[in-house]
């Protein structure tokens, strides 16, 4: 079965850097589109970023452009999310999924548990 | 672009029928999904495409709709609905998702 896990999460200062890992396993990870979706304590999903299957089209939200990026590495079957000039306001649950797709017009379809970033000083 | 769910929360008696509207500021086709999100617990697929139950679901979920109108029903709602739903626009980024509706058990 389609397995995500995170990892890479903790308490960090603003203005640091941080790199999420999200390692998948259960389907043929080179195939599919894959997203990183965050979610603030006691809030709502925000859909955070986009990449295509072969790596070749990435998209973001304008929040994080410029200071977030996505990547894959197909021969290690994961997912990567570098994060930098953190601020308070991207403290929240960042959550991997699978794409039904090779991009990103199948839906999320398979969530990881999530791994928790804090950003306070 | 905006998603916009309404209600934001609903409280509704066992066996009710329920209905939750996704609305998009632009049109999108049926590129839209929801998700149901149990309190404390990871969200889950429910519906891709507007209106294609993902398996496993069952049949008492519904999705309608196209363009910028779309709603969700929950033909009879029972104790483990209890939870957030979700809409999501995927044929474009930013994929937004809605601001989200709990639904209660009255």
């Known amino acids: 079965q389609v397995q995500l896990v995170e990892s890479g999460g903790g308490v960090v200062q603003p203005g640091t850097s941080l790199r999420l890992s999200c390692a998948a396993s259960?389907?043929?990870?080179?195939?599919?589109?894959m997203h990183w979706v965050r979610q603030a304590p006691g809030k709502g999903l925000d859909w955070v970023a986009v990449?295509?299957?072969?790596?070749?089209?990435?998209f973001y939200v304008d929040s994080v452009k410029g200071r977030f990026t996505i990547s894959r590495d197909n021969s290690k079957n994961t997912l990567y999310l570098q994060m930098s000039s953190l601020r308070v306001d991207d403290t929240a649950v960042y959550f991997c999924?699978?794409?039904?797709?090779?991009?990103?017009?199948?839906?999320?379809?398979?969530w990881g548990q999530g791994t928790l970033v804090t950003v306070s000083s | 672009i905006q998603m916009t769910q309404s209600p934001s929360s609903l409280s509704a008696s066992l066996g009710d029928r329920v209905t939750i509207t996704c609305r998009a500021s632009q049109g999108m086709g049926n590129f839209l999904a929801w998700y149901q999100q149990r309190p404390g617990k990871v969200p889950k697929f429910l519906i891709h495409?507007?209106?294609t139950l993902q398996s496993g679901v069952p049949s008492r979920f519904s999705g309608s709709g196209s363009g910028t109108d779309f709603t969700l029903t929950i033909s009879s709602l029972q104790p483990e609905d209890v939870a957030t739903y979700y809409c999501q626009r995927y044929n474009s980024a930013p994929l937004t998702f809605g601001g989200g509706t709990k639904v209660e058990i009255k």
């Open positions: 259960g389907f043929t990870f080179s195939n599919y589109g």
């Open positions: 990449i295509s299957s072969d790596g070749s089209n990435k």
């Open positions: 999924t699978k794409d039904g797709s090779s991009g990103w017009y199948g839906g999320s379809d398979n």
């Open positions: 495409a507007a209106s």
